[in-house]
Structure formats: C-alpha cells, structure tokens
T-cell receptor
Framework: DTGVSQDPRHKITKRGQNVTFRCDPI?????LYWYRQTLGQGPEFLTY????????KSRLLSDRFSAERPKGSFSTLEIQRTEQGDSAMYLC???????????FGDGTRLSIL | KQEVTQIPAALSVPEGENLVLNCSFT??????LQWFRQDPGKGLTSLLL?????REQTSGRLNASLDKSSGRSTLYIAASQPGDSATYLC???????????FGKGTSLLVTP
C-alpha cells in the first residue's frame, strides 16, 4: 500500500493553456474523488468515480473542467483554457468502500501566470 | 446545503495541554464524519472516521465524538506535543455517502 499518488506536484502555466493532472489511487480502491483547495479554505468536492463510472460531476466548476478514469484505475483531471482563478491545490482521494475513510494524496499545486 | 463550521479558527497552546477542537454542521442527515490533519503544503491525513450510528472513536491520544442530533463533533487531543502542530479539518458526508463537505479548519500551534 503506497498511498494515493498525484503527478505532477507543482504545475506552473500561462493563462489560456490546458493542463492535465494524474491520480493513482491506493490499489483495489474502487472509489476515487477529486477536490480543489484554495488558501485558507477546506477542500471543495469536484467529482467522484466508482470504478470507471463517473457518478457525480455536477460539482465540476465549469465546462472547462473534465475528469476521466478509463480503466477504473488511475484518473486524470483536465482544465482547459486556464484562468487566474484556477490557481489552487487539486487533491485526489480514494477509498475501498462506503464505510472506509477517504485517503488523500499530496495534491497538485497549480499556479496560473 | 450542508455547512460545516470549525471553532476556533486558530489555537496556540503550550506543550502538554489537553485541548478540544469543535466542529458543527447544519444538516444532521449525515452518513459519516471524518477528522483530518493537514501539514503545510501537504495533502490530508485521515485521523478518525465516525459512522453516523457511532458516538465516538479513539486512536492513541485522539478521541472524536459525534452528536448527530445536535450537529456537533469534537476532537480531543490529550497531552499535546509540538508535532501535533497542523491544521485540523472536519468533514461530513451526506446520505449518499460520497462527497465530503469540509470546514475551513482549525490551525493548531503547540509550543515547546
């Protein structure tokens, strides 16, 4: 059990560029979550997968945000046409079943120039 | 919409003190409640998970209680140490049991 892994740890990009983040959950965890955290705030839920099915995506911040989990293992979060307000920490979490805790990765910090 | 509030926002105590962090939530129809610790620039570390049917959970020097009817939880830390310095976050999941709604956290500083 190596924990939830996120890549990259830091991403700096210019406004208007597209960015993609990767999350590798704990092996055999079929539930995967994406959150966004800004300074001084708690994480904000974005989307949720059970295996490869995206069961909740209404909380994605805009249609510029999309997420995939094509084979039910790793997941990617993409932000198109980035804006200054997208600067934040993007966190991924996974868990084994409904009665288990969510385990978080160390996040990807996005900075928009 | 579920609102989670944590009081105090910041706390500074000398080493060795026992302390209590408070969390309140507006909708009592929760599935479970989880306490996390977050160190600067890092992700969240799960401390304790309390199911909606439980009243408390303990792990080492940590004890978390849940009073679902009044919408409150407390995290008790015994014999605090400088290594306990971090931000502590409370989060609740609703009936569907998936999305966590977080408070803003309590920033704890334990001084030697």
């Amino acid at each position: 059990d190596t924990g939830v892994s996120q890549d990259p740890r830091h991403k700096i990009t210019k406004r208007g560029q597209n960015v993609t983040f990767r999350c590798d959950p704990i092996s055999e965890h079929n539930r995967l979550y994406w959150y966004r955290q800004t300074l001084g705030q708690g994480p904000e839920f974005l989307t949720y997968f059970q295996n490869e099915a995206q069961l909740e995506k209404s909380r994605l911040l805009s249609d510029r945000f999309s997420a995939e989990r094509p084979k039910g293992s790793f997941s990617t979060l993409e932000i198109q046409r980035t804006e200054q307000g997208d600067s934040a920490m993007y966190l991924c979490a996974s868990k084994a079943d409904e009665n288990q805790p969510q385990h978080f990765g160390d996040g990807t910090r996005l900075s928009i120039l | 919409k579920q609102e989670v509030t944590q009081i105090p926002a910041a706390l500074s105590v000398p080493e060795g003190e026992n302390l209590v962090l408070n969390c309140s939530f507006t909708d009592s129809a929760i599935y479970n409640l989880q306490w996390f610790r977050q160190d600067p620039g890092k992700g969240l570390t799960s401390l304790l998970l309390i199911q909606s049917s439980q009243r408390e959970q303990t792990s080492g020097r940590l004890n978390a209680s849940l009073d679902k009817s009044s919408g409150r939880s407390t995290l008790y830390i015994a014999a605090s140490q400088p290594g306990d310095s971090a931000t502590y976050l409370c989060a609740v999941s609703g009936d569907s049991g998936y999305a966590l709604n977080f408070g803003k956290g309590t920033s704890l500083l334990v001084t030697p």
